[in-house]
């Protein structure tokens, strides 16, 4: 039989890599977007991490060209497309708002495009994010809540989101959407919150540095590993009906608490060292997210494997495993 053939956008991001190593570990010929950089040799740092970065094929392209994307589909004639693409950042999408909705919007319209003009028998998946309840209209949220996007970035990806929603119901695209809330893993940028403590608790342990300044330590999460979450994007793309899933850990915690725990971990105490700078405030938070992934538990049989301990252990081991060696990622 012939291996199955999958295309990942944003193969380079968190979740790319550990998609890549899922499918590649499936048995998966794995090819993936690669936008240009001037760094192309650090580039692949994450596949470098999990050691799978000469088993992914590459293919130059960005998300805002759809000539592009229309020629890598038809080249690769993929049974799945992952759309993982995207200026993820929320906090930079008031920076850069017109390219958020460039990119993370009108980008998600372009794949969805080039799959129906060059491929419309694959199956696609869209990577929505929880960040679409912003102002949340329920305390714990599930498929039918509504949402309230409180971001440019969570703008974009609701966009992103119906268009999915809409291909799928226009045209019988296998088109599934996946509204993930946040994931995490020693492979999360290093502008993230959760990521930026651990590398910050590891460089305070090693004596490299004194404090760490964060934003609201009161704004709270349903934090859950990258590793399981893909699980969950694949599972959907096997099942023979498109649909919609929520992907939750189902436990909120606030950033304070992601902060002691990761002190703990080193026998530190948080509010020794963390201060308020005024400079990481947003001007509309998201105070809370909460998760209900029973219809993913359901109907994909999918359930989260990692604890928030578990995570926030391997975060800040891997941060002091990189620092020790100066290596940047
Ligand atoms: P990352 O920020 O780690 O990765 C984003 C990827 O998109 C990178 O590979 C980046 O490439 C690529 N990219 C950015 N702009 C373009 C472009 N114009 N053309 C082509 N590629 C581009 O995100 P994650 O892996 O954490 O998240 C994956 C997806 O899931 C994103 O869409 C994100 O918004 C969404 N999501 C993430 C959640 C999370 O908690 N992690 C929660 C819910 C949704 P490069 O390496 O060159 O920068
Ligand atoms: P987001 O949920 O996608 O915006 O993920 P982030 O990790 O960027 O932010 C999660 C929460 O942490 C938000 O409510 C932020 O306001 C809060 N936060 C508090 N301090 C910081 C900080 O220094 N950096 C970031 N990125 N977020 C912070």
């Known amino acids: 039989m012939t291996a199955k053939k999958a295309l990942i956008t944003g193969v380079t991001g968190q979740d790319g890599a550990y998609l890549s190593k899922l499918l590649v570990d499936k048995g998966y010929e794995v090819h993936g977007l690669l936008r240009r950089s001037a760094s192309?040799?650090?580039?692949?740092?994450?596949?470098?991490?999990?050691?799978?970065?000469?088993?992914?094929?590459?293919?130059?392209g960005n998300l805002?060209?759809?000539?592009?994307?229309?020629?890598?589909?038809?080249?690769v004639a993929p049974d799945e497309v992952y759309n993982l693409a995207a200026q993820s950042f929320v906090k930079s999408s008031w920076q850069q708002p017109l390219l958020t909705g460039s990119v993370t919007g009108l980008g998600a319209a372009n794949v969805l495009e080039a799959v129906r003009i060059a491929r419309p028998q694959a199956r696609f998946y869209q990577a929505s994010s929880s960040e679409?309840?912003?102002?949340i209209q329920e305390p714990i949220q599930s498929e039918t809540t509504p949402f309230y996007p409180r971001s440019p970035y969570a703008v974009a990806k609701l966009y992103a989101h119906w268009m999915t929603v809409n291909y799928r119901e226009s045209f019988g695209l296998h088109a599934s959407s996946g509204i993930l809330?946040?994931?995490?893993?020693?492979?999360?940028?290093?502008?993230?919150?959760?990521?930026?403590?651990?590398?910050?608790?590891?460089?305070?342990?090693?004596?490299?540095?004194?404090?760490?300044?964060?934003?609201?330590?009161?704004?709270?999460?349903?934090?859950?590993?990258a590793k399981d979450y893909v699980q969950a994007m694949w599972?959907?793309?096997?099942?023979?009906?498109?649909?919609?899933?929520?992907?939750?850990?189902?436990?909120?915690?606030?950033?304070?608490?992601f902060c002691e725990l990761a002190f703990a971990h080193v026998g530190l105490t948080a509010e020794d060292h963390i201060s308020v700078d005024p400079r990481f405030m947003r001007?509309?938070?998201?105070?809370?997210?909460h998760g209900n992934s029973e219809k993913a538990q359901k109907a994909l049989g999918w359930s989260p494997e990692t604890s928030l301990e578990q995570l926030v252990a391997e975060m800040v081991e891997a941060d002091l495993v990189r620092l020790k060696r100066h290596e940047h990622l």
């Open 64 to 75: 805002v060209d759809l000539s592009c994307l229309i020629r890598i589909v038809e080249d």
């Open 235 to 257: 599972l959907m793309l096997q099942q023979e009906r498109p649909d919609d899933y929520v992907v939750a850990t189902g436990r909120t915690t606030s950033v304070r608490t």
């Open 181 to 225: 809330f946040n994931h995490e893993s020693p492979l999360r940028g290093i502008e993230f919150v959760t990521r930026k403590i651990t590398d910050g608790v590891a460089r305070i342990k090693l004596g490299l540095q004194k404090n760490i300044m964060l934003g609201n330590l009161d704004a709270k999460r349903d934090w859950g590993h």
């Open 40 to 60: 192309a040799d650090v580039i692949d740092a994450r596949l470098k991490w999990l050691g799978i970065a000469n088993k992914v094929i590459y293919h130059d």
């Open 283 to 289: 001007p509309a938070e998201v105070d809370v997210l």
């Open 132 to 135: 679409m309840y912003g102002l």
